[in-house]
């Protein structure tokens, strides 16, 4: 098969050209997969894969903090700059057998920890809709190379709503997963009771596609479910009714007007639109950062300088080697999470905090289980502001994390969460948010679908369709 | 006056063919770093995946502790560095152990005594620290493969008696079949809590020995920590909490920690492995694999076959053994003759090749042919030794044997005479020592009948033979 068939491309260069030139200006790859290594690949993927893939010669970009065998795996750290991974994930690798062929790693805040890509010790990714703003964090680089038409689709991973915020900031979709639903073999971890691997796209159904191909129970991850959608299946064929949260307290004052637009639209197309309250939204923030800091105490415990990854030049015994290459390899926000992690689960404060936060999360769970008895799903705001500029003009880190508490909800309660292009409030891309039942993730894609046709989304300046 | 409490952790490794978490080998002693993948390197972004085979075993040595048995496998995280730990956090089980409250009733001096379980938990183990020199290097292979840490009550209450329980605890996990059980190999592994305190006045300040590693340096070091502890209180002064290391050239302990440090492993569900219920069809197996208990069936054989303990106890020391002598017996035959064959010819063949005895070429069934082929007198007893070592060692039919070698016991006095007057004769000397009365040189002259014979001849008859023409009886 010719080249041409590259998605609209003329030819494999052409389509390398225009990453290069217009990654200069974004910075949202880490790593690019060399031009004949993308060129073979392509050529095993059309001899491979079916020819009714439909991602058969399709390249995607993925977060570099997700293993790609034989490609670096630094997760954004000087701690694993030089890593190049002995294996890869099992998304992954069903989207090769798919046919689809991996372009490059994309940046990310470090080991997935923060709301702007501007916590990647390895590089600054820029948002393609303004350059001097954020991408959003931490799948930052795949949600900015989706929206600058470099891939049609990346993956990424969200521990709090890490797929879901750089999607709103760049105007493209996001889907968070229920967890377990697809494999989180080969997702380097961060908080492993919250995280799952998602997808970022301009494509409604090119994301159904790629979550169907990377969705199913994995031997190789215990934590790994069937997905059984029946459950989410009873109001077949009727507009589904659609839960709104009054408690949006902390909006930026363009957003609250362009989301309260959004509902009036939604509403004036036939939607019936219930609100409802969810007072446990307010625990959220410090319940999601108390596990994850928890968690990431231990999976971060492993970087010690010892087997892979940065390590100090010069120690005298064992702990000395593992403070200095932890000193020197972590950033500050890393080192942050693991001191407070270790905090939470000290002897004596357990009680107070981490378990008090997981009984936070039981609570938030069941009040979300029954509010989907009365709604199909659950529509809010993704993050209460546009992105924001880079460094001190931007939002500080404490505020940054106080914003968390729309997309943390769906992490803590195992649900699926979809954000999705709402248009644009002043010259910015603004995202809205489904929240739906464990394995209502086509229901997710089909609403957003639906709504996403009441306004015009535009795409980023410089993008490119493909085809 | 005084009362000693020791409780024991023991670790064993379990035979599984593969690690807890991974699908790499489970094999002792191969090149270091060959048994290793990312998985059990700990490498970012890998997983754990549970081997219901340890899960199995686990169960196994709960249902024969008899424990109380969890209905899900709930793992936890234990935080803390280790260089030998690829994930500085340890997979292990806290809150919620596969085993509690059990008990091992274990035969010493004669009585039966018990010991209660606290818990017996599954987690995986670290690697293996080489130092070598101003270098340090490092071994996974052992990364990862399963342990099952049994924790006991403080019930036992002297050195002797623990090395016994461990004697017995191993006999019983070998039996079981899920581990090696073997101290100086290191899949057994034991560290010892000790107290002492004045009669009826309960638990006293335990000192924890560390790293011994063999049931033997258990009781020494109990013994001595013992009279350590009760010299240090009867000159008036309070036993520290410590832990201490058992000097096996000094035939001392000594300090290895002074005071405890206040260890926080932080542990926490471990995210990765969500509750594994194994379910009634895999406890029904469970059940149906084990054993009878190596107490039970030394009991139950010393009365069906009238055994003496002590007989009986060697016996069923291996469950191979036990299985062999059982085998034999069913075969024909008689319980004493053939433990002593066990006992005596067969130990020293077993020990001599290394093969284990069920591993031989002497089936249980050959070994009954033999010992009938003796009773009934169509062999002699060194013709039996003989027969016995080669049937060991290759495949042969016992009374084929007989024919072939030309090994039918030879007692015709008529052919053993000249035989020994040749012998008498060649050795006057020797003749006239035995004639003075000089027993031992009987000995000589019948090895020389046997050696001449093939160890056919009939020793009694060859006996009295030798006699008889030394003194003069016969010509």
Do not use: C, G, H
């Given at each position: 098969m010719s080249d041409a068939a590259l998605f609209g491309w003329s030819s494999t260069a052409e389509y390398c050209t225009y990453l290069d030139e217009n990654d200069k200006k974004v910075g949202a790859f880490l790593s690019r997969t060399g031009a004949d290594e993308f060129q073979s690949a392509l050529e095993r993927s059309r001899s491979e894969a079916s020819d009714r893939s439909p991602l058969r010669g399709m390249p995607f970009a993925v977060k570099d903090n997700i293993a790609v065998k034989g490609l670096p795996l630094s997760c954004g750290s000087k701690m694993l700059e030089t890593l190049s991974s002995p294996y890869s994930a099992t998304a992954v690798e069903k989207l090769q057998q798919a046919g689809a062929v991996v372009v490059g790693k994309t940046n990310l805040d470090e080991f997935g920890m923060g709301s702007s890509c501007d916590n990647s010790a390895l590089g600054t990714t820029h948002n393609p809709?303004?350059?001097?703003?954020v991408a959003g964090g931490s799948s930052g680089g795949s949600a900015a190379a989706v929206a600058a038409g470099m891939v049609p689709f990346a993956l990424g991973s969200d521990t709090g709503g890490s797929i879901r915020q750089p999607a709103a900031f760049c105007g493209t979709y996001g889907l968070k997963p229920s967890y377990g639903v697809v494999s989180r073999f080969g997702l380097v971890a961060y908080a492993s009771s919250l995280e799952t691997i998602g997808i970022i796209s301009l494509d409604a159904q090119l994301l159904r596609t790629v979550f169907d191909i990377m969705r199913g129970q994995d031997p190789k991850d215990q934590s790994s479910r069937p997905f059984s959608p029946q459950a989410s299946e009873k109001r077949q064929g009727e507009k589904p009714r659609i839960g709104v949260i009054t408690d949006i307290e902390g909006l930026a004052p363009a957003m609250e007007s362009a989301y309260r637009e959004r509902l009036d639209l939604i509403r004036k197309k036939g939607y019936e639109i219930v609100e409802i309250e969810l007072p446990m939204l307010e625990y959220v923030v410090p319940a999601y950062y108390t596990i994850a800091s928890a968690e990431a105490s231990a999976n971060l415990a492993r970087y010690a300088g010892i087997r892979y990854g940065h390590r100090t030049d010069?120690?005298?015994e064992h702990s000395e080697l593992t403070e200095k290459s932890r000193d020197e390899g972590f950033g500050d926000e890393v080192k942050l999470r693991i001191l407070l992690g270790t905090y939470v689960l000290r002897s004596g404060f357990k009680d107070q905090y981490y378990l008090r936060a997981q009984k936070i999360r039981t609570l938030l769970r069941n009040e979300i289980l029954s509010a989907f008895q009365k709604v199909d799903q659950i529509l809010s705001p993704v993050f209460p502001t546009a992105a924001f500029p880079h460094g001190d003009a931007g939002l500080d880190q404490f505020q940054q994390k106080l914003a968390d508490k729309f997309t943390a909800t769906a992490n803590l309660a195992a649900i699926p969460a979809l954000a999705f292009p709402a248009g644009q409030s002043e010259g910015l891309p603004f995202g809205l948010q489904l929240l739906g039942p464990e394995f209502s993730e086509h229901k997710l894609i089909d609403t957003a679908s639906e709504f996403t046709e009441l306004w015009e989304p535009k795409t980023a300046p410089g993008f490119r369709e493909w085809r | 006056m005084y009362d000693t409490f020791i409780g024991l952790e023991i670790h064993i490794q379990l035979l599984t063919k593969t690690k807890v978490f991974c699908g790499c080998s489970n094999n002792y002693g191969d090149e270091p770093n060959t048994n290793v993948c990312p998985v059990c390197l700990g490498y970012p972004g890998t997983l754990p995946v549970l081997n219901t085979d340890a899960l199995f075993m686990a169960y196994q040595v709960v249902g024969a502790l008899k424990c109380k048995r969890a209905e899900a496998a709930i793992f936890e995280r234990k935080n803390y560095f280790y260089p030998d730990m690829p994930k500085n956090y340890q997979i292990s089980q806290f809150a919620d152990p596969v085993g509690i409250n059990g008990e091992v009733i274990f035969p010493f001096q004669g009585e039966e005594h018990r010991v209660r379980i606290h818990d017996v938990h599954l987690e995986e183990d670290a690697g293996k620290m080489i130092h070598a020199g101003d270098m340090s290097l490092l071994d996974y292979n052992r990364a990862g493969t399963p342990l099952l840490e049994i924790v006991t009550e403080p019930d036992l209450r002297s050195g002797e008696e623990t090395e016994a329980f461990l004697r017995y605890f191993r006999t019983l996990v070998r039996t079981i079949g899920v581990s090696r059980g073997n101290m100086e190999e290191g899949n057994l592994r034991c560290d010892a809590n000790i107290s002492i305190n004045t009669h009826g006045a309960g638990l006293g300040t335990k000192v924890e020995l560390k790293n011994i590693n063999s049931s033997r340096f258990v009781r020494l070091a109990l013994e001595y920590e013992k009279e350590r502890q009760i010299g240090i209180v009867e000159a008036g002064g309070s036993v520290d909490q410590e832990t201490r290391l058992w000097n096996e050239n000094k035939d001392i302990t000594v300090v290895m920690r002074r005071k405890e440090e206040s260890k926080d492993y932080r542990y926490f569900p471990e995210p990765d492995l969500p509750p594994y219920r194994p379910g009634e069809d895999f406890f029904r197996r469970v059940e149906e694999s084990l054993p009878e208990l190596p107490l039970d069936r030394q009991k139950r054989m010393e009365a069906a076959f009238s055994l003496t303990d002590e007989q009986a106890s060697y016996l069923c020391e291996e469950k191979a053994r036990a299985d062999y002598f059982e085998a034999a017996v069913a075969a024909g035959s008689e319980a004493q003759h053939l433990y002593f064959w066990m006992s005596g010819d067969l130990a020293a063949l077993v020990n001599k090749s290394g093969t284990p005895l069920e591993e031989s070429r002497l089936s249980p069934e050959k070994l009954a042919t033999v010992l009938r082929l003796l009773d009934n007198g169509a062999i002699h007893g060194p013709i039996a030794k003989k027969m016995v070592a080669l049937l060991f060692e290759e495949e042969h039919d016992p009374e084929g044997l007989i024919a072939e070698r030309g090994w039918k016991a030879l007692d015709d006095t008529s052919k053993i005479l000249p035989i020994v007057k040749k012998a008498v004769d060649a050795n006057p000397s020797a003749a006239e020592q035995l004639k003075q009365g000089e027993t031992k040189v009987l000995g000589f002259f019948m090895g020389q009948v046997m050696k001449e014979t093939g160890g056919r001849a009939d020793p009694e008859t060859a006996k009295a033979l030798i006699t008889s023409y030394v003194k003069g009886e016969i010509v």
């Open positions: 809709w303004d350059v001097a703003r010069w120690a005298d | -």
